[in-house]
């Protein structure tokens, strides 16, 4: 008897993993696998809520049809929030310790574990009342932060940077400045002695025809 009914279980767990969901299928609901779990989920810069079924469960039929819906319609104005579905056996339930169908789940952002709810694993109205104590802009502001702190680094390297230039330039023209006037004054000095020379030189030529002819009449006195 036992080992009709496991195989009876078996058997339709087995088909109904190769149908496509007939369950927890409404928008805005991510159907979510092992293969897209951590990038999704674990990755993710938003809380998720997650139900855990099997869509040959008669409670997750019920959940998926009543239930469902209204935390859909109740979380409508926090699109902060991400929901997802997993029906996955073989993988994830494994890993969160999944016995009971429906579970819900709640996974704030970047987590690798969901949190502890100490209450009905149904109970809709806790689960609204809790995201709506969870900041709705926290990973839009964590978010932004990040970005103003690029965005402020990159300002920061770029200010300095061209502070750098700037500087670089203003005391390669300085010194260029500074070296053209050395220069210039090296020459001017150089250049006086020749022309205090040539000065004195040409007074004494014009000052010997004077000095001559004054001679000569003080002797023929």
Not at 1 to 20: D, Y
Not at 197 to 213: M, N, R
């Amino acid at each position: 008897m036992r080992s009709t009914l496991l195989a009876s279980t078996l058997f339709v767990i087995a088909f109904a993993k190769t149908q496509e969901p007939k369950l927890f299928t409404q928008s805005p609901t991510v159907r979510l696998t092992a293969e897209n779990w951590e990038e999704q989920v674990l990755n993710s810069a938003h809380p998720w809520v997650i139900v855990f079924y099997a869509e040959w469960c008669g409670w997750s039929q019920m959940y998926s049809e009543n239930n469902w819906p209204e935390l859909i319609e109740r979380l409508g104005n926090n699109t902060d929030v991400k929901l997802g579905a997993v029906d996955d056996l073989e993988g994830i339930y494994a890993r969160y310790h999944i016995r009971t169908f429906p579970t819900i789940k709640i996974f704030l952002p970047f987590s690798q574990k969901p949190i502890r709810m100490k209450i009905d694993r149904y109970d809709i109205a806790w689960i609204v009342d809790y995201l709506s104590l969870f900041p709705k802009s926290r990973a839009t502001d964590d978010a932004h932060q990040d970005a103003h702190k690029d965005a402020h680094k990159d300002a920061h390297k770029d200010a300095h940077k061209d502070a750098h230039k700037d500087a670089h330039k203003d005391a390669h023209k300085d010194a260029h400045k500074d070296a053209h006037q050395d220069a210039h004054k090296d020459a001017h000095k150089d250049a006086n002695p020749k022309m205090r020379f040539s000065s004195s030189s040409s007074h004494t030529f014009f000052a010997l025809p004077g000095l001559i002819i004054g001679a000569i009449l003080w002797f023929t006195q």
